[in-house]
């Protein structure tokens, strides 16, 4: 009897230690200003989004692009994005090098950073 009541003292003891830790988030919350100004928009993020799709073709900005003519869609975005930022997406079913071979004319092209990004 007496190793149970040990354990379950111990339990407690490490219990009311963690319970305050739990509590305590490390994420600040801004609370809103008393003053009611107008929160500040948040800065747009200039990314260009890609798709691959199955089918040979790629996806820009919601636009359907032909894969032989990816070069004229992307070189103009590229030019006026101040970021360089590409989101690539691939399909399944799209062969590697198929894939492969738009990420390298992307980067060919200018991008100055490419996010592979799943599904």
């Known amino acids: 009897m007496t190793p149970l009541i040990d354990v379950s003292l111990v ?3 490490i219990l009311m230690v963690a319970t305050p830790m ?15 100004r107008k929160a500040p928009t948040p ?11 199955a089918d040979g073709r790629v996806i820009v900005n919601r636009r359907s692009v032909a894969r032989d003519s990816l070069a004229l ?4 975005l590229l030019l ?11 399909e399944d079913g799209v062969p590697h090098g198929r894939f492969v071979s738009v990420l390298d ?9 490419i996010a592979v990004v799943g599904g």
């Open 105 to 113: 004319e992307t980067r060919l092209l200018g991008a100055a950073k």
């Open 73 to 76: 869609a992307l070189r103009p």
């Open 80 to 90: 006026t994005s101040p970021t360089g930022l590409v989101v690539l997406r691939c």
């Open 22 to 36: 739990a509590f305590q988030s490390s994420i600040a919350v801004q609370s809103a200003s008393p003053s009611g």
């Open 43 to 53: 800065a747009k993020l200039d990314r260009i989004e890609m798709s691959v799709t």
């Open 11 to 13: 339990l407690v003891v």
